[in-house]
C-alpha cells in the first residue's frame, strides 16, 4: 500500500461519494478498473453469480464503506466494510481516531492449524481402537497430505492428529473423535480439511473394525487465534471505570455478553462480507469459543492498569485470502487491496483488533451519553427514506430530525412522516406526495 500523508482521509466523511472515490484510490493504490469496481460502474456479473449459488435470481447490494484513523501495528490501514446497519461505519472511525491519538493497536496470532473431525459415533472395543490409530498415526498424516498435495507444496498440510474420547450424551457407550490438525496457509481450510476427512474414512474403519460416522470441519478453531490489544494512555478515570464495569457485567451475564458480542461482530463481520469470507464460520467459532468454559463469557477483556485502559480479544478466526469467492468476487478482491493484506493472518488480526476497537466505542458510549443518541442522529437518513423522502431532500429532512432528537430524545417514522409534509409544504421544490 502507498503511505501518503494522514490529512488525504480527513473529513473523508464530509466529501462527495467521487471525492472519496478519489481519495481511497489515491491512498490505498488502486487501480482505475478497481475503482469501477468500487463505483458500481462494472456490476457484479449474474453469470458469476450462478456459479456461487442455486436458483439464482438475482444480488443483493449491501453498501460498501471505509473506516478510516485505524493504525495497526504501526501502519495506517483503511478498512472496508460491508454493512447496512445504521453508525457501526461512524463509531469505528471516531474510535479508531481516539485510539491513534491517545493509544496504540497490536495484535499477533496463536497457532495456524484448523481442525478437521473424523467421528466414530459408538465404538464397541476404545483400547483395540486407541491403539491401532496411534500406531498409525504417521501413515494416516501421509495418506491425509497425499490428498492434498498443492497444499503441501505451499508449505501446509496435516501436522498432527489428536484423538478424543467422549461419552455419548445417552449413556449408550463412547464415542472416538479424531482431529486432523491442519495448516491451510492462507486459505480457510473448510473444503480442504473436508476432503481429507473423508478420504481418511475407509482407511481408519479398516484399521480399527469400527464405523466411522461423521466427516467434517470444525468451526472452533481454537488452535489458530487472532488477538489483538488496544492501549489508550492516561485515561479519563470515569469513562476507564465505566468500560471496566460494563465488562465485568458481560462477564456476570450471558444475558448482557451476547450483546457485548454481538457489538464486536459489528466490527468483524462487515470486513468478512467485504473480503469474500464466511462471516456465519466466524461467527460460531467465536461463540462456541466464548462458552468454553460452560458459561458464555463476552469476547473482549477490558480494565485500567494504572492510568491507562487496556483491551484485549482473543479467539478463533479462520479467514482466507486465496480461494472461493475471496478470489472470484471482484468486489472481495479491491477491498484486499485496500487492506493491503495478502496473508490470511494478517488479515484476522485487523479483524480482531478492528473488533476490539467497535466494542470500544460501544462500551464507552453505553458508560457516558448512552447508545441512542449516537446512532439515532445517523439513523435519521434511514427515517427519512422510509418516510418517502426524495433523494434531494434527504439532507434538509436529517437536520429537521435532528432538531426534533434533540428537543424528544428520540425520533420515529411518525415524526419523519410530518417533518415531510412540513417540508413540501414550505419548500416549494420538494415532491409535493407523500409516499
Not at 170 to 188: Q, R
Not at 268 to 289: C, F, K, M, Q, S
Amino acid at each position: 500500500m502507498k503511505k501518503l500523508a494522514h490529512s488525504l482521509l480527513e473529513g473523508l466523511h464530509r466529501l462527495t461519494r467521487s471525492e472519496r472515490l478519489d481519495r481511497v484510490q489515491e491512498f490505498c493504490g488502486l487501480s482505475p478498473e478497481d475503482r469501477r469496481v468500487l463505483s458500481g460502474e462494472q456490476p457484479f456479473p449474474i453469470e458469476v453469480a450462478e456459479h456461487f449459488i442455486e436458483n439464482v435470481v438475482g444480488v443483493f447490494p449491501i453498501p460498501l464503506g471505509v473506516a478510516t484513523h485505524f493504525h495497526i501495528d504501526g501502519r495506517e490501514v483503511l478498512i472496508p466494510m460491508a454493512v447496512e446497519e445504521t453508525s457501526i461505519i461512524a463509531a469505528a472511525s471516531a474510535t479508531a481516531k481516539w485510539v491513534a491519538r491517545e493509544g496504540s493497536i497490536r495484535t499477533y496470532s496463536k497457532g495456524n492449524l484448523i481442525i478437521g473431525q473424523v467421528q466414530m459415533p459408538n465404538v464397541r472395543n476404545v483400547a483395540h481402537a486407541k491403539r491401532v490409530l496411534h500406531e498409525n498415526r504417521g501413515d494416516l498424516i501421509a495418506l491425509a497430505n497425499a490428498c492434498i498435495p498443492g497444499l503441501v507444496a505451499r508449505g501446509g498440510g496435516v501436522r498432527d492428529i489428536a484423538i478424543r474420547e467422549i461419552a455419548r450424551p445417552d449413556d449408550e457407550g463412547m464415542m472416538l473423535v479424531l482431529h486432523i490438525l491442519c495448516d491451510p496457509c492462507d486459505a480457510m481450510g473448510a473444503n480442504l480439511i473436508n476432503q481429507v476427512c473423508e478420504a481418511l474414512k475407509p482407511r481408519i474403519e479398516l484399521l480399527t473394525d469400527e464405523r466411522v460416522g461423521l466427516c467434517i470441519l470444525s468451526n472452533l478453531v481454537d488452535g489458530k487465534l487472532a488477538c489483538a490489544e488496544v492501549i489508550i494512555r492516561n485515561v479519563d478515570p470515569l469513562i476507564g471505570k465505566g468500560i471496566e464495569e460494563a465488562t465485568l457485567f458481560a462477564k456476570a451475564d450471558p444475558y448482557r455478553a451476547a450483546t457485548h458480542n454481538k457489538g464486536v461482530l459489528n466490527g468483524i463481520d462487515p470486513i468478512l462480507i467485504a473480503t469474500g469470507n464466511d462471516w456465519r464460520a466466524v461467527e460460531a467459532g467465536i461463540h462456541a469459543y466464548c462458552a468454553r468454559s460452560g458459561s458464555y463469557q463476552p469476547v473482549t477483556d477490558w480494565k485500567m492498569v494504572g492510568g491507562d485502559l487496556v483491551g484485549h480479544f482473543e479467539a478463533p478466526l479462520a479467514v482466507g485470502t486465496v480461494g472461493g469467492v475471496t478470489r472470484s468476487h471482484p468486489v472481495a478482491q479491491v477491498a484486499l487491496k485496500m487492506l493491503g493484506v495478502n496473508r490470511a493472518d494478517e488479515l484476522a488480526r485487523i479483524c480482531a483488533a478492528v473488533g476490539l476497537v467497535q466494542n470500544l466505542g460501544a462500551l464507552k458510549a453505553l458508560s457516558t451519553v448512552g447508545i441512542v443518541k449516537g446512532h439515532m442522529q445517523l439513523h435519521t437518513a434511514n427515517l427519512a427514506i422510509a418516510a418517502g423522502a426524495e433523494v434531494h431532500e434527504i439532507s434538509a429532512m436529517r437536520e429537521r430530525l435532528g432538531k426534533v432528537l434533540e428537543r424528544e430524545k428520540r425520533v420515529n417514522l411518525s415524526d419523519a412522516l410530518a417533518c415531510l409534509a412540513d417540508l413540501r409544504k414550505t419548500d416549494p421544490t420538494a415532491v409535493s406526495q407523500i409516499h
